[in-house]
């Protein structure tokens, strides 16, 4: 039986580059990027005499979730051929559908950075997760990672604070209530078997289970784990403590409504 092919549409914003190679004699390069995907192609605007090019471009792909984007910098060149200074290849496999992908792939064949924003939109099948139009972030391939941007934290009440496993007043999400706080806080704990106040990925993946009850599948909740826990993981120890936790928490059921 012949499988058919699960089509779809991915958005890819092309945001911005960061300490691209000098290929021109005065020591600064005329960059854009083009963006190809099957035999689509798409190409920004050219930024003159820029390391750090600013495009801030959308474009929309037709192609399925084992399909991938190549993109790469070429320095502009009046009158010779356009010199490549770096390309990075991104696999749509991992995508969550209707979550935006924030991250700065490291260029290869060249140096620097491009910032992109990568969107699956309308995977179909059954496999294909939904959820709303908002950010999780990949860990970065080397420097400058992406910024991260956590929910607005709050304290849960000056008189009556609810207290987290390391003994401070937990800082509440925006939209995360108490009774919610004290549900997550008394699942924290039992998978917090050493009693550290902080957990690892593997940790995670049940909490996360009890907590949000989603119905979300181990392959694409592996991904969401990795994912986040790198954007909730300050000090990147590989351990979260109840606060980041929370902070996911927020994140992964506002994805989920």
């Known amino acids: 039986v012949e499988t058919k092919k699960r089509m779809g549409k991915v958005k890819i914003r092309v945001l911005s580059a960061r300490d691209l190679l000098a290929s021109d004699a005065g020591g ?39 399909d991938c984007a190549v993109i790469k910098v070429f320095d502009w060149d009046r009158f010779g051929k356009d010199d490549c200074i ?3 290849v991104v696999q749509f496999d991992y995508l969550i559908q209707g979550l935006e992908l924030h991250q700065h792939f490291t260029l290869s064949g060249g140096k620097g950075q491009i910032e992109l924003g990568i969107t699956a939109e309308d995977f179909s099948g059954p496999n294909a997760q939904r959820g709303q139009q908002q950010q ?36 509440r999400p ?4 108490d009774h919610e706080v004290l549900d997550c806080l008394e699942k924290f704990k039992k998978v917090d078997t050493n009693h550290s106040g902080t957990i690892d990925k593997n940790e995670l993946k049940p909490l996360l289970r009890m907590t949000c009850q989603t119905t979300m599948s181990d392959n694409l909740l592996d991904r969401f784990v990795s994912l986040q826990m790198q954007s909730v993981d300050a000090n990147k120890s590989g351990q979260i403590d109840f606060d980041e936790f929370l902070t996911l928490y927020a994140k992964f059921k506002s994805g989920q409504n």
């Open 28 to 66: 600064t390069s005329d960059p854009y990027a083009t963006v190809q995907v099957n035999h689509e192609k798409h190409k920004t605007k050219t930024v003159q005499r820029n390391l750090n090019p600013n495009w801030n471009e959308t474009f929309i792909f037709n192609c399925s979730p084992s």
């Open 86 to 88: 770096g390309e990075a």
């Open 136 to 171: 999780y972030h990949a860990p970065p391939q080397q420097h400058h990672p992406p910024q991260q941007h956590h929910a607005p934290l709050q304290n849960s009440g000056p008189h009556n604070p609810i207290m987290g496993p390391n003994g401070r007043p937990v800082r």
């Open 174 to 177: 925006h939209g995360v209530t």
